[in-house]
């Protein structure tokens, strides 16, 4: 029976995994064997592939087997023949009562029997591109051709989509050529575009909310892939998957009361450990999609398993929500609901759709458990024990409640609520059963009156128990949308992991600058506006995305270019004694915060007899094409407008260069240097903290790659500690967070560990990209 199914799916254009897929969903599995053997008893012979994925499609939208064979007879005879079409029929008959379509109608408004020509497509499309001619001309291929297709959509709804891209192709290369060069260059930002750049936080509130505004307008254009697909609030009934119930349209028109078609979404974590990099994708997406909507969206946390939840999670979670510049409309928890949770679960039990089970953990683990012997129990019995759970008559393990549905993963009857004597961080010892994940999610959202449930891909297994729960106690059933999660390489981001890392002394706790959850992010120093740019520049797809550090470290330096005041930093110090030092008394010099653009401000600092410059600075031979200081080659000091010339060098006991002894000039006075150094004077003695990559290769979890486990692939290099680097005065106000661009050196911000007595900075990244490195 099964290996016919699976030859009879793999013979309408499923791959054999598709196949497989598709065989573990019984529900979905039987639509598609009746729908394929009706298409065939009409036809009186096999469905080509064509009409073979159609019929897919069809089945995996069309729940109800009634509208499904309504459709079969139009798929099966080509009348439905194209993914628009079909779009537009699944539409259709969600939108209708099946006894109640005009066939008439309904051919109408799917184009069934319209034909549209190639000299059609070819006219449209000139039509468009002599619309937008001279626009096309201007900008080349940088031209949205998106409004060429646009246009043609709008006067032949049923014209083939490939057909018209490949003629808005042949007739765009017809009036422009082949691309140049300069079509293929990467478009450079103008200061203006660069002056847009969203998510930075700013001091006062008007300038602040015009930025955010401008985020939200970066996070919907890179969503536009997947959330073009959206539903309108109240039409979730539009949605590919969706179930609906004779009760379906009375639930969503009082949503609508309620919400006044507001956009709704949430952000949802577990107060059980830190935020990471993937998060911060998740906190953009919920948030920058109701902000694009002028909509709301929740923070609440999914805090039903007590035993890991601690305070300092709660707190540090929405610490990191504001960070990122989001606002909560309200903060919510799904403990604030157990009451309503529990009274629910009754009345599933009441409807003969959960049960009081006593198999133990062990056996219903996996995905083809045996049957519970109690799933028929009678409903008084199960809800005799649900009452004795509640009241704390039975050990932990020993009675759970299971909901009676098989899951789209063919997980068979998942537990709703689990026996824990684990006091709550909020409601104490009230309660000692807790609902589960796949319980409570949909029913919090449901009380919400979320519009947009976005979750990761991996609860796309769950989303079938999500409708079918809201619909078996008749309530509002959201839409669950999933996407991609965000992953980088040389990594780890589970809790676990690194709790192991933190024990084996690797890391010094979660919020290490070498980790990538948030909170470690922030202490390195990187900006929330650079994490926010490259969320939206990684996108929202459907595919799960690995990014290379790098991407975001190139995010990083676009933001802290604009952002980190200048300062001059010496990390390998030599001193240097300018014997013809032109005043008794330090000079100060001005220096600019931002030396392209000297309007944002100077600070100053001491220029005297003793200064200090790099070693690497200095050279006591001549090489070809070194540039700066040697005994007989001058070099510029930056920002005080003098030269220095080596006069003599003083060495220690061990033959190693210590001090030089030189002379200064003018520099309007001498030849101008063939380079400019930094340096510092009177400075402050500061730590730094150089940071390379945690682990040494890029998937330190997979064995494959790293057979000894990810805590053997650690870079014992990954941090060089500078005890005694020299920095200027300017430094000196900072404050933990407060960033800078130490000159030729790189990017670093104040570490939290800093006392008065001693600063410690970060080094958040090079100042350039490591080619090496990518």
């Known amino acids: 029976m099964v290996m016919a199914a699976l030859a009879l799916f793999c013979r309408i254009g499923l791959s054999e995994h598709k196949a497989k897929e598709t065989l573990k969903n019984e529900a979905l599995s039987g639509l598609l064997t009746r729908a394929v053997e009706q298409a065939e008893a009409i036809l009186g012979c096999a ?113 083939d989509g490939k057909i018209v891209k490949n ?50 307008a970066s996070v919907l254009e890179q969503l536009r892939g997947e959330a ?63 902000r694009a909507n002028d909509g709301i969206c929740f923070l609440r946390y999914d805090d039903t398993n007590p035993e890991k939840e601690e305070e300092k999670y709660f707190q540090g979670i929405r610490e990191m929500v504001e960070w990122l510049g989001y606002t909560p409309y309200k903060v919510t928890h799904a403990s ?75 997980k068979m009857d998942p537990v709703a609520y689990r026996i824990k004597y684990t006091a709550h961080h909020r409601t104490g010892d009230e309660w000692c059963i807790y609902p589960t994940y796949d319980y409570t999610h949909c029913l919090c959202d449901s009380i919400e009156h979320i519009t947009h449930s976005l979750c990761t891909k991996e609860f796309q297994a769950r989303r079938s128990s999500y409708y079918w729960l809201c619909n078996a106690l008749d309530v509002y059933c959201p839409v669950q949308w999933e996407y991609g999660r965000l992953n980088l390489q040389y990594t780890v981001v589970s809790k676990r992991k690194i709790i192991k890392l933190v024990e084996a002394g690797a890391v010094r706790d979660w919020d290490d600058p070498r980790l990538f959850t948030l909170t470690a992010l922030r202490r390195r120093g990187f900006p929330s506006e650079a994490i926010n740019n490259f969320c939206a520049k990684v996108g929202v797809t459907v595919a799960q995305t690995t990014m290379a550090p790098h991407l975001l470290e190139s995010c990083v330096r676009d933001v802290l270019n604009d952002t ?38 100077f600070h100053v600092v001491p220029f005297s007899r003793t200064i200090y410059i ?52 003018k520099s309007e006075s001498v030849e101008k240097p063939k380079a400019f150094i930094h340096w510092v004077s009177n400075p402050v003695t500061c730590e730094l903290r150089l940071y390379e990559r945690l682990f040494l290769h890029k998937c330190p979890e997979d064995s494959a790659e790293v057979p000894g486990g990810f805590l053997s692939d650690i870079n014992p290099n990954s941090l060089q500690l500078i005890p005694a680097a020299l920095l200027d005065v300017s430094v000196r106000a900072a404050r933990p967070f407060d960033k800078f661009q130490f000159e030729r050196v790189g990017y670093f911000s104040l570490d939290p560990d800093s006392t008065e007595q001693r600063l410690v900075f970060n080094r958040t990244v090079t100042l350039k990209e490591d080619p090496g490195k990518m």
Not at 243 to 261: F, R, S
Not at 347 to 358: N, T
Not at 359 to 377: L, T
Request: net charge neutral; glycine share 6%.
């Open 47 to 159: 469905v080509d592939r064509c009409t073979g994925t159609l019929l897919y499609n069809a089945a995996t939208r069309l729940k109800d087997q009634q509208h499904l064979a309504f459709l079969v007879k139009y798929i099966a005879t080509k009348g439905v023949g194209s993914d628009l079409q079909l779009n537009a029929a699944v539409e259709y008959i969600k939108n209708h009562r099946l006894d109640s379509i005009d066939s008439t109608d309904f051919e109408r408004e799917c184009g069934i029997g319209v034909v549209v020509t190639p000299e059609q497509i070819e006219e449209a499309v000139e039509a468009a591109v002599s619309k937008y001619r001279n626009n096309i001309m201007l900008e080349r291929y940088r031209f949205n051709m998106g409004l060429l297709m646009g246009d043609v959509r709008t006067k032949l709804k049923w014209a």
């Open 167 to 216: 003629e808005v192709d042949l007739q765009v290369l017809n009036l422009l050529g082949p691309k140049t060069e300069a079509d293929l260059e990467k478009k450079t930002k103008t200061p203006k575009e660069k002056a847009s750049k969203s998510g930075l936080k700013d001091k006062e509130e008007g300038s602040n909310n015009d930025q955010l505004t401008l985020h939200s």
């Open 228 to 290: 073009i697909k959206f539903h309108r609030p109240g039409e979730n009934f539009k949605t590919e998957g969706y179930v609906v119930t004779d009760n379906t349209m009375e639930l969503l028109q009082k949503h609508l009361e309620i919400t006044g078609g507001q956009v709704r979404t949430r952000f949802p974590p577990e107060p059980n450990g830190i935020l990471h990099i993937g998060h911060a994708k998740a906190i953009n997406f919920n948030f920058g999609y109701a």
């Open 336 to 410: 604030d609901y157990f009451d309503h949770l529990y009274d629910w679960a009754v009345e599933l039990i009441r409807r003969r759709q959960a049960y009081a089970c006593h198999q133990k953990v062990e056996e219903i683990k996996g995905h083809n458990p045996p049957p519970s012997p109690w799933r028929e129990r009678p409903v008084e019995e199960s809800l005799l024990l649900f009452q004795q759970m509640r009241k704390g008559m039975f050990a932990e393990g020993e009675v759970t409640l299971r909901m009676k549905l098989i899951m789209e993963d063919g």
């Open 564 to 601: 980190a005041p200048r300062a001059m930093a010496v990390l390998e110090p030599l001193r240097v004694t300018i014997t013809n030092f032109p005043s008794d008394q330090p000079l100060q010099v001005s220096v600019p915060n931002f030396p392209a653009d000297e309007s944002r401000g």
């Open 614 to 665: 790099e070693q690497a600075d200095f050279r006591e031979v001549m090489e070809k094409g070194y540039k700066r200081l040697t005994c007989e080659q001058p070099v510029g000091l930056r920002h005080a407008g003098y030269i220095l010339s080596v006069q003599r060098v003083i060495r220690g006991n061990d033959g190693k260069v210590t001090e030089l002894e030189a002379t200064c000039k």
